[in-house]
């Protein structure tokens, strides 16, 4: 691919973002829309990403990724140790959802029905962080799926997860014991020195 394709392919991917950020409901969002923001025909969009869906988890997977390297470079968190960071990074993670709702169902169903592994591998920096030498690539890969999964869970039913556990998401103080207490069971709160 050349440079104009990719040049024309992030351009694409921006004006999807910008929909993203106007509208509550993925679905209003459609490729005619992109294609008329981006100054390109609707067949370059289906050339490139096959699928306004497609397109979409790209878009939704950069913000992501800039919201969690943004959070990771921030100073606000300085002083706090690797695993209240991570915490923190995914109570703020939360957080959006909370505003966006339609959007992290949409987000975490596309991710689980495509098989997008790209997101547990953001925790990857801040678990070795956490554990040092203690663990090898694949068991921080592992940490980080099981430290996700009941993420998306919640994320996709918030109900049906408040049936099973008890644990009201949408609720500010209950999400926040639920991530601190998932963190602590998974990396153990002795190991982690908290």
Known sequence: MNSKEQDTQQVIVNVAKALLEETEDVEKITVRQIAERANVGIGLINYHFKSK?????????????????????SDSYTDLSPAQKLKAMLKELYAL?????????????????????????HLIPLLKQIFGDKKD????????????????????????FYMYSGINVSNQGQR???????????????????
Not at 61 to 73: H, P, Q
Not at 98 to 119: A, C, H, P, W, Y
Request: charged residues 25%; glycine residues 6%.
């Open 53 to 73: 869906d497609n397109l979409l988890g790209i878009a939704i997977g950069d913000t992501m990724a800039k919201i969690i390297l943004d959070f990771s470079k």
């Open 97 to 121: 959802s909370d505003k966006k709702e339609k959007l992290m169902r949409f987000v975490l169903s596309n991710d689980i029905m495509n098989g997008n592994m790209q997101t547990p591998l």
């Open 137 to 160: 690539d694949m068991e921080l890969r592992i940490l980080a799926l099981q430290i996700l999964y009941p993420i998306q869970v919640t994320g996709l039913n918030r109900d049906a």
């Open 176 to 194: 926040s014991r639920f991530i601190d207490k998932l963190i602590n069971n998974l990396i153990g709160s002795n190991e982690i020195g908290e």
